[in-house]
């Protein structure tokens, strides 16, 4: 009976941990001083918004300045404009003046290192509740700026733009006049390598180590994380399991079945879900 307990609390813990781990991040900007939202105000320093979110979620802000503007849009209206007042984010001109027509990037890296590419699978935000009915464009592109897609509103009423797809490392957000952002929410960031599929010690051969190094993994917990675990992913069904490890087998003795690609270089995988790939000495 005590057996039965401990193993069903163990499920239910490892249920939790996974719940916290796919928790989606939501930035409303609101620990943080707004200003002015006023067209053609010279932005201070201390409401500019860039790399504040890198350490902890990855995320990094810019526009045509290498920052976004915080507002505060309570100010001067008889109710709160920003659907979680008190603040919104716009757009800044390369002359330093806040423009809400001027785009708004967002872009993604491993948490606390911008030298590593990140990806999400999910994004949206929200439109202020001041809009005035114009079309507004998000854009999603992959880590090499291959454009991904596209979806457009009428900001009226607070309108969402989301997008919901493997592999966006950056968005863009276009506006009108008086188009400022609210409520960004993303998936967890996961770190963005060039690998290659079936490569899984990362030694630049594709060889009967790969498969045992996969099997290690999985019974015996030996090594205790692959670096790359995309490049285990042989079958790319989105996990590592026993069916890679076949494959590989399959694929280097038996059937010769090319693995999906990337298998003949080092690249990246525009749809492989929410595998990482932290370290892929093989391929730089």
């Known amino acids: 009976m005590e057996g039965r307990l401990s193993i069903l609390l163990l499920i239910h813990l490892s249920l939790l941990v996974g719940e916290a781990r796919s928790a989606q991040v939501v930035l409303n900007f609101d620990e943080?001083?707004?200003?002015?939202?006023?067209?053609?105000?010279?932005?201070?320093?201390?409401?500019?918004?860039?790399?504040?979110?890198?350490?902890?979620?990855?995320?990094?802000?810019h526009s045509d300045r290498p920052y976004v503007v915080v507002v505060n849009l309570n100010e001067g209206f008889p109710f709160p404009q920003a659907p979680s007042p008190p603040n919104a984010i716009?757009?800044?001109?390369?002359?330093?003046q806040i423009d809400y027509s001027t785009p708004v990037v967002i872009e993604f890296f491993k948490p606390g290192d911008r030298s590593v590419p990140g990806v999400t699978s999910f994004i949206s935000v929200q439109l202020?509740?001041?809009g005035d009915g114009l079309p507004v464009t998000m854009t999603a592109f992959d880590v090499e700026g291959?454009?991904?897609?596209?979806?457009?509103?009428?900001?009226?009423?607070?309108?969402?733009?989301?997008?919901?797809?493997p592999g966006i490392h950056s968005v863009k957000l276009r506006g009108q006049f008086g188009s400022s952002y609210d409520n960004l929410t993303f998936n967890p960031v996961v770190a963005e390598r060039r690998f290659r599929r079936g490569d899984v010690d990362s030694n630049?051969?594709?060889?009967?180590?790969d498969p045992v190094v996969i099997l290690g993994?999985?019974?015996?917990?030996?090594?205790?994380?692959i670096g790359c675990a995309k490049s285990a992913d042989a079958d790319r069904n989105g996990k590592v399991d026993i069916t890679d490890a076949l494959a590989l087998l399959a694929y280097l003795f038996t059937t010769g079945k090319p693995l999906p690609e990337?298998?003949?270089?080092?690249d990246y995988d525009r749809g492989s879900g929410e595998l990482t790939c932290e370290a892929s000495p093989a391929c730089p």
């Open 128 to 130: 202020d509740k001041s």
């Open 262 to 266: 990337p298998l003949s270089a080092c």
């Open 90 to 96: 716009g757009g800044v001109t390369s002359d330093n």
């Open 146 to 165: 291959v454009l991904l897609k596209t979806v457009t509103v009428n900001d009226q009423g607070a309108p969402v733009l989301r997008i919901s797809m």
């Open 204 to 209: 630049g051969r594709i060889e009967l180590t």
């Open 217 to 225: 993994f999985l019974f015996y917990g030996i090594p205790e994380g």
């Open 32 to 61: 943080l001083d707004g200003g002015t939202y006023l067209t053609g105000a010279e932005v201070q320093d201390r409401y500019e918004l860039s790399d504040r979110y890198l350490h902890d979620y990855g995320a990094v802000l």
